[in-house]
């Protein structure tokens, strides 16, 4: 960690309020990990100007700020009037290593100008990776995971109280698994004091459908696909506790249910046998109502298994065939097919879709592979060179965070990570693969 005091253009006693530029900087959004990417103006009369940037773990003591690749430095930038934008990219990784800190003030402070800081940024560079076990007594395994380096550590285990789990999901401190057989979903809170997960009084929930397998939440609610009913159960879901409660608008059906997406108050469900994806709109009391533009046939949509958000788009991939399709979200919750969907990707069979900025990743179940793709300003995406990587077997999940990617496998009971470099390149983390001491079947990162 660097502990370094500033020194030279650093050093407090050059900077203060004075004739040079004003700095303003915008507190970068969400989560961070990793490579943090600082936006700023700088306003004044002068031409250009140097930086210093620093941060805070407590508002009051400042530290030097390892500068990462990209971004544009900390010398000779523009100013104006009006201000001129710049970016700094910070290696929090460099500084805070595996730390979790929810309260990290960001400075830029102008040569002889005036700083500006950040409102409080959240910076979890370790993330806790919660994997439910391939077998029919559900039970769920706690791991550590460096986002940034990508090494995993085992924490502990806690059983979920249900029967065949299959799908994970983390939302607001909890940790929720689905069960297929028992059709319920067990609520774990994670504690984050001791490094394990706490089952909520209650857990499981008893659903209303047959083969609860896929989660989706919004802030108030949880969705599950029941892919033997062809149902929706909709639970309402107390963020605070987790306890769930079966709404009454619970039971819409939706033949061939598998992933489930929210987005902007509607749900998008993934209708594997009908070749399409169905759209609801979430009341506010959980209920599901029709979109008008329900259901999406268009886009290249064939069997689509895997669903997942990037930003402004949708990507879903087909179970039958070796393509995957690309939309982007309208006003009124439509989907317009992107240029070019459905495109081309080298193995059939996707299970599981992650998406980090510009990089999609992917599971072949049975097929054992993991997919790795880039999606260009258009929303186009391109397979990377040297994808599939070969897991050495069945895989059917995978995850994202930071600037790591991670696959689990079943029948090789081990974790295969990768770390994603500014420019996109993907390599294979120095610790992979890990043991991760049973057959893993889906996984779920925190914040």
Request: proline share 3%.
């Amino acid at each position: 960690m660097a502990l370094a005091a500033l020194g030279c253009k650093g050093d407090d006693a050059w900077f203060g309020s004075g004739p040079g530029a004003e700095a303003s900087v915008t507190t970068p959004s969400g989560t961070q990990a990793g490579l943090v990417e600082v936006v700023y103006t700088l306003s004044g009369d002068v031409s250009e100007a140097d930086i210093a940037v620093s941060y805070s773990l407590d508002g009051g003591s400042f530290r030097e700020a390892t500068q990462g690749p990209g971004g544009e430095g900390t010398e000779s930038l523009s100013v104006s009037a009006a201000g001129d934008t710049h970016t700094f990219v910070w290696d929090s990784g460099a500084d805070l290593e595996e730390a979790r800190e929810s309260f990290v003030v960001i400075r830029v402070w102008p040569e002889r100008g005036t700083a500006g800081r950040s409102s409080a940024v959240t910076v979890h560079n370790g993330r806790y990776l919660a994997a439910v076990e391939n077998r029919s007594a559900g039970r769920v395994r706690l791991y550590s995971i460096d986002a940034v380096e990508g090494d995993v550590r085992y924490l502990s285990a806690a059983s979920t109280g249900g029967t065949d789990p299959y799908d994970v999901l983390f939302e607001d401190g909890f940790f929720f698994v689905a069960h297929s057989t028992s059709n319920d979903v067990a609520v774990l809170e994670l504690d984050e004091d001791e490094d394990m997960l706490i089952p909520v009084e209650g857990s499981p929930f008893a659903g209303d459908g047959v083969g609860a397998k896929h989660l989706a939440a919004d802030s108030s609610h949880l969705f599950v696909a029941n892919v033997s009913s062809g149902t929706i159960t909709i639970f309402d879901r107390n963020a605070g506790t987790g306890v769930l409660t079966l709404s009454p608008h619970s039971g819409m059906g939706v033949a061939g249910c598998r992933s489930l997406l929210v987005r902007s108050s509607r749900l998008y469900v993934a209708s594997e046998t009908g070749g399409r994806i169905v759209i609801f709109d979430i009341d506010t009391n959980g209920e599901l109502l029709p979109n008008g533009a329900s259901p999406v046939t268009s886009g290249g949509l064939l069997s689509p298994r895997a669903m997942v958000q990037a930003g402004a788009r949708l990507y879903a991939a087909n179970a039958s065939s070796a393509t995957l399709c690309g939309f982007t979200f309208l006003g009124d919750g439509d989907l317009s097919p992107l240029g070019g969907s459905p495109f081309a990707v080298s193995s059939s069979g996707v299970e599981q879709l992650a998406a980090n900025g510009t990089k999609l990743f992917a599971v072949t179940g049975s097929g054992g592979s993991f997919l790795s793709f880039t999606i260009d300003s258009s929303g186009a995406v391109t397979e990377d060179a040297g994808s599939a990587f070969a897991l050495g077997g069945p895989a059917f999940t995978a995850a994202t965070a930071g600037a790591v990617a991670v696959a689990a496998t079943t029948d090789r009971e081990s974790f295969e990570t990768w770390t994603i470099a500014a420019s996109g390149a993907i390599a294979e983390a120095s610790s992979s693969p890990e043991d991760a001491l049973a057959e893993i079947l889906r996984i779920a990162l925190s914040d």
